[in-house]
């Protein structure tokens, strides 16, 4: 009797088989490992850069205030635009703030006063991205509320009475792609106007 030793054709064919099937999961699972990190990392990226805008954003228009010429702290508000008065740069001048939807980005457009009277010239005004893949559709990115909100009555409705505004409510839906992971991220804030108080 004669016994031979080794593997047979098939156990080594079994054995490659098994352990191919392990090094295909094994790359599968740490490929979507590294997908839904990059997913999850970019719902955060966008969560975070909207959030460090609306904290110098609210002290903007918290502190909004009569032109330098002289006109109503707030010049328009719309479900999408909101300019008002303020001294953004700290120069003694306020400065007419427009932030505006454009697409999906959210724009600042700030124009410095010039000359005596103070003009605010369209043509010298500073525009910048503030925050992309805003997704809001028919939710309104600016609500406004008169001296009477309490936390449940409805906005103001349109067109806005600009006098009547005491309180602004800010929303972002972020999305950088409505088809794919993370679900858009939604942030607000609420400011009261400092200077507009009736209970002074």
């Known amino acids: 009797m004669n ?29 979507d490992v590294i997908v839904f990190s990059r997913i999850f990392q970019s719902g955060l990226n966008a969560a975070d850069e909207a959030r460090k805008i609306l904290r110098p954003m609210a002290n903007e228009i918290r502190s909004a205030s009569p032109s330098s010429a002289g006109a109503y702290p707030i010049e328009s508000a719309t479900a999408t635009s909101f300019i008002f008065f303020s001294d953004i740069d700290s120069d003694g001048d306020k400065d007419r703030v427009r932030y505006y939807l454009s697409g999906t980005t959210l724009k600042k457009g700030v124009i410095n006063p010039s000359g005596n009277p103070a003009v605010y010239s369209s043509m010298s005004e500073v525009n910048t991205d503030i925050v992309h893949n805003i997704q809001n559709g028919a939710t309104p990115i600016f609500l406004y509320y008169d001296a009477y909100y309490d936390g449940t009555t409805n906005p103001l409705p349109d067109p806005v009475s600009i006098s009547s505004i005491r309180l602004i409510k800010i929303n972002f839906i972020i999305d950088s792609d409505l088809n794919k992971l993370p679900s858009a991220t939604t942030i607000s804030t609420q400011v009261s106007f400092r200077n507009l108080k009736d209970n002074l």
Do not use: R
């Open 3 to 31: 016994k031979q030793k080794g593997f047979t054709f098939i156990e080594i064919l079994v054995t490659v088989a098994v352990v191919g099937l392990i090094i295909l999961v094994s790359s599968s699972l740490n490929k």
